[in-house]
């Protein structure tokens, strides 16, 4: 099973196509999670995980068999051998039980999907759609600029987001810098200001995955979130991928956004931090920007 089965916390060419292979989540994207955290991959039978310092993230969906508790017990007994960390951070369907014993913090949300071949949109929505193309222009790019920076740095004052997806805002410059697989969807009035964009990102096999949007409310325009989102479906459809992956829910408003284009909970989400040292406690947030900052 996998493409390795050893004990080992290396991580080669072919154990990311056997990744991109059966994804199934955003987690599940070498690339995109390593070029955010600054972590080194690792997978241990088919559960892929990422390692760096004094922490671990474990993606607890595993790639070929269905979620079981006790299994991924074992797995995780094995990884912290491997990998002895002071912090673990655990996304999966589930807590496991060992987990749900150590836990200090922990999230539950559900992942969105847009299955795109019973999905036309609708009548409503390509109105608004069409009336935002007669004064935006849409653009396909691979660069974070300024006016990226400056809309999200306008998102962040104007909304208190939560602590992991503000880190994923600030990961943004680094990992478009780096990532091939990522998109940058731009949204610009007819002075060619920014008015709204998407980070998509194009690696799995079986789906492409909305990273982030922003809009701006400076330079508002309506519907330019609308606009990119057919954007998004129409490059998704060019690459023949059969779903998007919406990711999560995060709150009331961005839910909506993802349902009214047809975006439905598909998978449980369970998040939760173990802290296993002895030393001052910190956050994840400030561990994952480490030498960010």
Not at 120 to 129: D, F, G, N, Y
Not at 215 to 226: E, G, I, V
Request: hydrophobic residues 40%.
């Amino acid at each position: 099973m996998g493409a390795q089965s050893s004990s080992t916390m290396t991580f080669t060419s072919a154990d990311e196509r056997y990744a991109l292979a059966r994804a199934y989540v955003p987690e599940h994207i070498p690339s995109l999670m390593a070029t955010i955290s600054r972590a080194a991959p690792f997978l241990v039978e088919d559960y892929l995980g990422f390692a760096k310092d004094n922490w671990v993230i474990f993606v607890g969906y595993p790639l070929e068999t269905q979620f079981d508790s006790t299994r991924c017990d074992a797995i995780l007994a094995r990884v912290r051998a491997m990998h002895p960390a002071e912090y673990l951070w655990f996304i999966g369907p589930a807590i496991p039980p060992a987990l749900a014993r150590d836990y200090r913090a922990r999230q539950s949300d559900n992942y969105y999907r847009l299955d795109l071949a019973p999905t036309p949109i609708k009548a409503s929505l390509q109105r608004e759609v069409t009336q935002a193309a007669k004064s935006l222009t849409v653009e396909r790019a691979r660069a974070w600029t300024k006016d990226h920076q400056s809309l999200a740095d306008e998102l962040m004052r104007r909304e208190k987001l939560p602590p992991l997806i503000t880190e994923l805002y600030r990961a943004m410059p680094d990992y478009i810098a780096h990532c091939e697989t990522a998109r940058v969807l731009n949204a610009r009035d007819a002075r060619g200001k920014l008015t709204a964009f998407f980070v998509v990102e194009l690696a799995a096999e079986q789906f492409d995955t909305y990273v982030l949007g922003c809009h701006s409310k400076k330079n508002y325009a309506p519907h330019a979130s609308d606009l990119l989102f057919a954007e998004m479906i129409a490059l998704a459809r060019e690459r023949g991928k059969p779903s998007i992956n919406l990711g999560l829910g995060v709150n009331a408003g961005i839910t909506r956004f993802k349902t009214k284009w047809g975006g439905k909970p598909y998978l449980n989400y369970e998040f939760c931090e173990c802290y296993y040292g002895t030393e001052k406690q910190t956050s994840i947030v400030d561990l994952l920007l480490g030498d960010k900052l």
